[in-house]
C-alpha cells in the first residue's frame, strides 16, 4: 500500500488545487460566499482562488439584459384605451444589492422589475393626450420612464438603460370608430379643400375668358384698321390705273370677273349674247364696250 501513498497524495492535492480556484468568464462578475455570508464582491473576470469545500460561488452575467413584456392597456389624458407595447434594456449595477434582492435569480428580477417600467410607463401615458403620445412624443417618455424607473430599482441593483415603446395602438373595440372619425375628419378636410380649389379654378378661367374676349378684341379692331388701310390703298391704286388706261383696266377686270365665274369648271350662266358681261367674248377688242 505504500507504494499507492504517492498516487493518492498527487491525486488529494489536484482535488484541493481544482477546488480552490475559479474563472470568472468575460461579461460576468462573481461574489464569494462563506456559509452564505458575502466574503468578496465583484470579482471580475479571470483566475481567482478560494478556500476549497468551504467558500462557494455565485456568478452573475453583468451585459445588457432585455425585458420583452406583454402590451399592457392605459387610458390616456382624456381616457382614451390604448395598447402599448415596449421593452426594457437593463443590467446589474450593483451586484451585492443584486444578490440580497433577487438572490442572484434573473427570472425574479425581470419579475419585479416589469411592474416598476410599466408603473411609470402609466404615469406618463395618463398625463398626455392620445394625439401627443401618436405625433412623436415616445422619446421623452422614454426619458421619463428610465429616470423614475431608476428611482425604485435602487433597492434591485438593477439600471434601467433604455425603455423603447415599439407601438401604441387603439384596442379592437374603439379601434372602427376612431379610424372612421379620422376617415370623415380628413373627408371634409379634403371636401373643402376641392371647394377652395373649385372656386379659385373659377375666377383663373374666369379671368382668362375676359383676357381672350379683350385679346380678340383688339385683334379685330387692329385687323379692321389694316383691311381698311389696304381696302384704301387698294382703291387708290385701282382708281391710278384707271385713270391711266381706263379700256385696259376695264379689260383686266372683265378677265378676274370671268375668273372667278368659270374658273372652278361647273359653273353655268344663260346670258344674253349681246349682254355687257360677254363683251370681251363677241368683240375681242372690247370696242364696243
Known sequence: MKKYWPIIAIIIIVIVGLASTFTVSEGQRAILLQYGKIEQANLKPGLHFKLPFVQQVATFDTRIQTLDAQPESYFTQEKKSVDVDFYVKWRIDDLVTYYRATAGDIRQARQRLAPIVKDALRFQVNSRTL????????????????????????????????????????????????????????????????????????????????????????????????????????????????????????????????????????SVMILDPDSRFMRYFNNGGGAGG
Open 131 to 266: 394625439e401627443e403620445l401618436i405625433s412623436g412624443g415616445r422619446k421623452a417618455i422614454s426619458q421619463e420612464v428610465i429616470d423614475k424607473a431608476n428611482k425604485a430599482t435602487q433597492a434591485l441593483g438593477i439600471k434601467v438603460l433604455d425603455v423603447r415603446i415599439k407601438r401604441i395602438e387603439l384596442p379592437e373595440s374603439v379601434r372602427d370608430s376612431v379610424y372612421n372619425r379620422m376617415r370623415a375628419e380628413r373627408k371634409k378636410l379634403a371636401n373643402k379643400l376641392r371647394s377652395t380649389g373649385k372656386e379659385a379654378g373659377e375666377k383663373i378661367r374666369a379671368d382668362a375668358d375676359r383676357q381672350r374676349q379683350v385679346l380678340i378684341a383688339n385683334a379685330k379692331s387692329d385687323a379692321a384698321k389694316v383691311r381698311g388701310e389696304g381696302d384704301a390703298k387698294a382703291a387708290a391704286i385701282y382708281a391710278k390705273a384707271y385713270s391711266k388706261s381706263p379700256r385696259f383696266f376695264s379689260f383686266y377686270r372683265s378677265l378676274k370677273a370671268y375668273r372667278d365665274a368659270f374658273g372652278s369648271g361647273k
